[in-house]
């Protein structure tokens, strides 16, 4: 992970990719958003998403895990050749959550962050405040899913 010094506004990442499977949809579902559509597939086919659709719950949570995994490859990297790793505070919230289309059983949904905003943080000293937009395209190209949201991130500290 890198210090707010080191990111650009504009700077993008793609994070990974995730492919939904019918098994998966329900599992999720099951535990944390009991629906019809997301739980049986011909209740999804006579939903209005057409077909077993995956909790949008579900989709952001895939994108969390590889934007962490992501990361924790980026710090790997960065530490094997010798470079000191930013520790990232938590994130200050999110906005702009959307679920555009339906992600079905089946879709692999591919996403990419990017940086639209940074600040130094006026109450924290020696942190700044990261703003990016990630989203999530299915395998036809067609955004899915997007989400802005702010994390604190170290400066570097002065030698």
Not at 9 to 18: D, K, L
Not at 20 to 39: G, M, N, V, Y
Not at 117 to 137: E, F, H, N, Q, V
């Amino acid at each position: 992970m890198r210090f707010f010094e080191d990111i650009a506004i504009g700077q993008r990442r793609e994070i990974g990719a995730y492919t939904f499977t019918a098994e998966s949809i329900k599992t999720f579902a099951a535990k944390f958003d009991p629906q019809r559509f997301h739980l049986d597939e011909e209740e999804g086919k006579n939903s209005l998403f057409g077909g077993l659709a995956a909790s949008g719950w579900h989709v952001g949570s895939a994108c969390m895990s590889l934007l962490v995994a992501d990361g924790q490859r980026l710090a790997r990297e960065a530490t094997s050749r010798g470079e000191e790793v930013a520790v990232w505070g938590p994130s200050p919230g999110f906005r702009d959550l959307r679920w555009i289309r339906p992600v079905l059983a089946g879709d692999t949904v591919s996403y990419v962050n990017e940086v639209i905003d940074k600040r130094t943080s006026a109450s924290r000293p020696g942190w700044g405040i990261l703003t990016a937009r990630t989203t999530g395209t299915n395998q036809r190209g067609e955004e899915v899913y997007s989400i802005t949201a702010s994390a604190f991130v170290p400066l570097r500290k002065a030698k």
